[in-house]
């Protein structure tokens, strides 16, 4: 009865998986801020290199991991994935739990499988300097890590409250070597826009994007890097998925249901995007469920619409579901999952039925992530325990069905930086929040006109 499911390193992928070719429509092309008109990679490569621009509007199934980043890799690849029996025991439920834990990277989640890969490409394309936004801080640690390992130079924008309620996190930053600047900041004219308008602002993502990209824009030897969202981002992280697919031949097992919590939907396309390659190649069923918290319900309540990425309007605009670009969020624990909107190719998936979302309550979360610390020992991060509550749910089904499904889930980083988070659920001081509906309303009529 083996528990942890560990890969031969030959069976490493060493290609990323594109999901473009097998959706049943392809994205709709990004537009350019300004003009409203189709963004070229032109206008891309002000801020991105052109290999990560052509991987952005890239068609071809899969994408060769050059061999230098397979390196780099190996240092925390493959991660492991494991059987929950123990939590499968005190859930009561005849559902066979799996998990791939993604916590055991350098940066302690899933985000350097995109950060080392980001960093290399501009690296190869003379670029010695990125800038980026982080919240709270595992984006802005994931770039530092990789910056440091090519001598590259990083610049942080962090959203002020989590500046000052995550100091470790950007203690982090600065021992892998980068700056971090509170954001909203004097250093860019739209920090100083902000700080006019609200000089106790506690920023948001959008507000530190703003900022971040504002100085790639304007300076010659900076690019931007961004965490999730973007297509090159959610294929660099299908390592993760398709390591699972191997991983599972391994346990002699296959999912029914696959679940991953959504932030910007970089972990989730990560495990989920090459299930769906099976499904539309292989006609292998699964079902697979987008976890979000209820208090930024981006793919279950957002509308599907043309909208910036950013509060400033200075990155293309893209479909996808959204919240509104001016939304400033309420003060959730998980950090790494508040933002406006969401990736446009998840949210394409969503379109055409081929994922299901649903959106959670903060404390049905930390729940599910207190028991399962308890019985499988992982502290998950607050992002990841949107997963778990999801399957908590799912497992109960089955308890009264008597289904023996078998879930797999992305178990996308662990909490060691979140305890004042669990301090609070521990002690009954976190309450539930679900988003006011007038202020979806509200929002929409900012969105930008197109078409
Ligand atoms: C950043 C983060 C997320 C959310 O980002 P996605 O792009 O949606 O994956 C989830 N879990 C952890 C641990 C994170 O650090």
Redesign the pocket.
């Known amino acids: 009865m083996a528990t942890k499911y560990l890969l031969p390193e030959d069976r490493l992928p060493t290609a990323w998986y594109n999901i473009v070719p097998d959706l049943p429509e392809p994205p709709a092309p990004p537009l350019n801020p300004a003009t409203g008109q189709p963004a070229g990679p032109e206008d891309l490569a002000a801020i991105f290199p052109m290999d990560l621009i052509m991987q952005e509007v890239s068609a071809e199934p899969r994408i060769d991991i050059p061999e230098e980043i397979q390196e780099i890799y190996k240092l925390w690849r493959p991660t492991p994935m494991l059987r929950a029996y123990r939590w499968e025991k005190a859930l009561g439920t005849p559902a066979k739990i799996f998990y791939k834990y993604e916590g055991v990277s350098p940066a302690g ?3 350097p499988n995109t950060s080392v890969p980001q960093a290399w490409y501009n690296k190869k394309a003379g670029i010695n300097k990125l800038s980026t936004e982080t919240g709270a801080g ?2 802005g640690s994931a770039l530092a890590l990789a910056t440091q390992f090519f001598d590259m130079e990083c610049l942080v924008y962090m959203v002020k409250v989590s500046y000052h309620q995550k100091p470790y996190r950007r203690s982090m930053i600065h021992l892998w070597g980068a700056e971090v600047i509170p954001s909203p900041s004097d250093t860019t004219a739209s920090g100083r826009a902000i700080l006019a308008g609200d000089p106790e602002s506690p920023g948001s993502l959008g507000i530190a994007i703003s900022e971040a990209v504002e100085i790639a824009a304007t300076r010659d030897d900076t690019n931007y890097s961004l ?2 969202v973007l297509n090159h981002v959610l294929l660099h992280q299908t390592v993760i998925g398709q390591e699972c697919l191997a991983q599972m031949e391994l346990a002699d097992a296959y999912p029914d249901v696959v679940i991953a ?8 396309a990560g495990i989920a995007f090459p299930f769906i390659g099976e499904k539309v190649k292989h006609g292998k069923d699964v079902r697979i469920i987008a976890s979000e918290p209820a208090a930024c319900p981006t793919l279950t309540r957002g509308i599907y619409a043309f909208d910036y990425g950013d509060t400033a309007k200075l990155t293309p605009i893209v479909k996808m579901h959204t919240l509104g670009h001016d939304f400033v969020p309420p003060g959730i624990h998980a950090g ?2 508040r933002y406006h909107g969401m990736s446009p190719l998840v949210s394409l998936a969503k379109e055409h039925g081929l994922i299901e979302a649903e959106a959670l309550p903060q404390t049905e979360c930390f729940e599910a992530a207190v028991q399962f610390a308890r019985t499988e020992g992982i502290i998950p ?1 607050p ?2 325990s949107h997963a778990l509550a999801s399957v908590v749910r799912v497992a109960n089904e089955c308890k009264e069905s008597g289904d023996e499904k078998t879930i797999l889930f992305n178990l ?2 662990h909490g060691h930086f979140d305890m004042a988070a669990y301090d609070a659920y521990l002690s009954g001081n976190l309450e539930d929040y679900a988003y006011p509906e007038e202020k979806i309303k509200a929002a929409m009529k900012n969105l930008p006109k197109v078409g």
């Open positions: 989640s899933h985000k595992q984006w965490g999730s919590c959504v932030g910007g939907g970089s972990n989730f790494g999952l991060a992002e990841s996308s980083g």
